[in-house]
C-alpha cells in the first residue's frame, strides 16, 4: 500500500464542487443523526410526565432519585459508548457502524418505553445512551472524511440544522402528548416510541452511502477506494451536465500509513490537541446541555406550570435549527475557532440575561438567542475536533475527547439539581458562564486553525 495513492485518492475528493450529489450524502447522515437527536432530546421533555407518573422523584426531593437520574443515565451511556467504543469506527469502517449503533439505540429505546419500574427505565436509558454515543462520534468522522475540503464547514452546519430540526418536533410532541393519556398509554411512553422510530430507515439510509474511501485506503484496500471515489466523481460530473470536473488539487503531505493506536493521542502533535479538546469539552456542555437538558423544569422554576412550561419549551425549542441554518452563510467564512469562541461567549451573556427574567416574553426571548448560540457552538465543535486528527485514530481520538462532554454531562446533571436546591436559576446560570469562560480560553488560546486545509494536512 503505497502512501501516495492515499494522496492521491484525498485530493480527488477534495477538489469536487459542491454539487446535488455531494449534499446528498450529506442529507443521508443528517437524516440518521435526526434520529440520534430525537433520541438524546426527549430526556428533558419527558422528564415532568416521569415525575407525574411517579418513576422519577420531583427534583426538591434529592438530586440522586430525580430527574437528574434520568439525565445522568443517559450521559452516562454516552460517556460509556464514546470513550469506550468510539474506536469501533476506526477498526470496522465508518458506513458498519452507523447502521448498527442506530439500531442499537432505536431498539433499546422502544425497550425503555414499556418500563415500569425506576431501575428498568435507568438501566435501558444508559443502554441507549450507548448506541447514541457512538453514533456521535461515527457521525462527525464519516461525514468529515466525504465532503470536499471547502465544504466541510457548511456540511456541518447543514448537518446539524437537520438534526436540530427535530427538537422542536420532541418539545412540540412533549407539550401535545406527555400531559395526556394515548389509547392507555402515557403520553411520554409514546414520546419515546417515535424516536424509536428510526430503526425502520436504517436500511434506506445504508444503501445510499459508501464507505469513506479515506478509511478504506487507510486499511490497504485501495481498490474498493478507488472504485467508490470514481462512483462519487461520476456522480458529481452528471450534476454538472457532464462538464469537466476542477482540476485535481495539489495533494497534501500523504498520512502516515500505520495501524492506529490509543497511545497516538497522547503524542506530538496530537497531545496538545487532545488536552486542549478535553478541557474543552469538559466545559462546553455544560452551557450547551445544562440549559437543554433541563429547560422545562428552568422555566417551571418560575412558577409556571406543567402545560405551561412545556408549551414556553417548545417556543424556545423552534430555534433549534436556525442556529446552524444562520451559520451556513459564515461556516467556511469564518475560522471555525473563533465561532465557537464567539457563541461561548453568547451563550453566557443570554444565560445571565434568562436567570433575571420574570416575564414570559423576555424570558423566551433569552432562551431563543441562548438556544441560537448553543447550536452554533455545535455545530462548530463537531467539524473541529473531526479534522484534528488523521483517518488511523480519527474515531477513537474523537470518541475520547467527547466522552469528557459526556462524563461532564452526568456530573452536570446533578449539579444543576444542587444548585437550583440552593441558588435558584441565577445559580444555574452563573456556573454555565463561568464554565464558557473555559471553552473561550481554551479554544482562543490553545485551538489551531483549520478552515480550507486539507484533513491531512491539518493531522500531519
Wanted: charged share 15%; proline share 4%; glycine share 10%.
Amino acid at each position: 500500500m503505497a502512501e501516495a495513492d492515499i494522496a492521491a485518492i484525498t485530493a480527488r475528493l477534495d477538489r469536487l464542487p459542491a454539487t446535488r450529489g455531494i449534499w446528498h450524502l450529506v442529507a443521508l447522515l443528517s437524516i440518521g443523526g435526526a434520529f440520534e437527536f430525537y433520541d438524546l432530546f426527549f430526556t428533558g421533555y419527558v422528564v415532568p410526565g416521569l415525575v407525574r407518573d411517579g418513576l422519577l422523584a420531583h427534583v426538591r426531593v434529592g438530586i440522586f432519585t430525580g430527574p437528574a437520574a434520568f439525565v445522568a443515565a443517559t450521559f452516562g451511556g454516552l460517556f460509556i459508548g464514546t470513550i469506550a467504543f468510539g474506536f469501533i469506527a476506526d477498526r470496522f469502517g465508518r458506513r458498519p457502524i452507523f447502521t448498527f449503533s442506530l439500531l442499537w439505540y432505536s431498539l433499546s429505546t422502544a425497550i425503555m418505553a414499556f418500563q415500569h419500574t425506576a431501575s428498568g427505565l435507568l438501566i435501558w436509558r444508559l443502554v441507549a445512551g450507548l448506541g447514541i454515543g457512538v453514533e456521535l462520534v461515527t457521525i462527525d468522522t464519516y461525514l468529515a472524511e466525504l465532503v470536499p475540503k471547502d465544504l466541510r464547514g457548511r456540511a456541518f452546519a447543514v448537518n446539524q440544522m437537520v438534526q436540530f430540526s427535530v427538537v422542536p418536533i420532541v418539545a412540540l410532541l412533549a407539550w401535545q402528548l406527555v400531559p395526556r393519556t394515548v389509547g392507555g398509554m402515557a403520553g411520554w411512553r409514546v414520546v419515546v416510541l417515535i424516536g424509536a422510530s428510526g430503526a425502520l430507515f436504517v436500511w434506506f439510509l445504508r444503501r445510499g452511502l459508501p464507505e469513506s474511501p479515506r478509511w478504506l485506503a487507510q486499511h490497504g484496500r485501495i481498490a474498493e477506494a478507488e472504485r467508490i471515489t470514481a462512483r462519487i466523481e461520476a456522480r458529481v460530473r452528471a450534476d454538472l451536465a457532464g462538464a469537466a470536473l476542477p482540476p485535481l488539487l495539489a495533494a497534501a503531505a500523504p498520512e502516515h500509513v500505520a495501524k492506529g493506536a490509543f497511545i497516538e493521542i497522547w503524542r506530538p502533535p496530537y497531545r496538545g490537541r487532545t488536552i486542549m479538546l478535553m478541557v474543552f469539552q469538559f466545559f462546553q456542555t455544560i452551557g450547551f446541555y445544562g440549559f437543554a437538558s433541563w429547560v422545562p423544569t428552568l422555566i417551571a422554576e418560575r412558577g409556571i406550570h406543567l402545560q405551561g412550561s412545556l408549551l414556553y419549551s417548545f417556543i424556545i425549542a423552534l430555534a433549534n435549527p436556525f442556529g446552524p441554518m444562520i451559520a451556513i452563510a459564515f461556516a467556511d467564512r469564518i475560522e471555525r475557532k473563533w465561532q465557537i469562541v464567539g457563541a461561548a461567549l453568547g451563550i453566557a451573556l443570554a444565560g445571565l440575561a434568562f436567570s433575571v427574567q420574570r416575564q414570559v416574553p423576555a424570558l423566551i426571548f433569552c432562551g431563543v438567542v441562548l438556544t441560537l448560540c448553543a447550536n452554533v457552538l455545535s455545530f462548530a465543535f463537531h467539524a473541529y475536533q473531526s479534522e484534528l486528527y488523521p483517518t488511523r485514530i480519527r474515531a477513537r481520538a474523537v470518541g475520547f475527547v467527547y466522552s469528557w462532554s459526556r462524563l461532564s454531562a452526568v456530573l452536570v446533571s446533578f449539579m444543576i439539581a444542587f444548585l437550583l436546591q440552593w441558588g435558584g436559576v441565577a445559580a444555574v446560570f452563573v456556573f454555565i458562564a463561568g464554565a464558557m469562560a473555559m471553552v473561550i480560553i481554551a479554544i482562543g488560546g490553545f485551538g489551531p486553525a483549520t478552515n480550507g486545509r486539507q484533513l491531512e494536512a491539518i493531522s500531519e
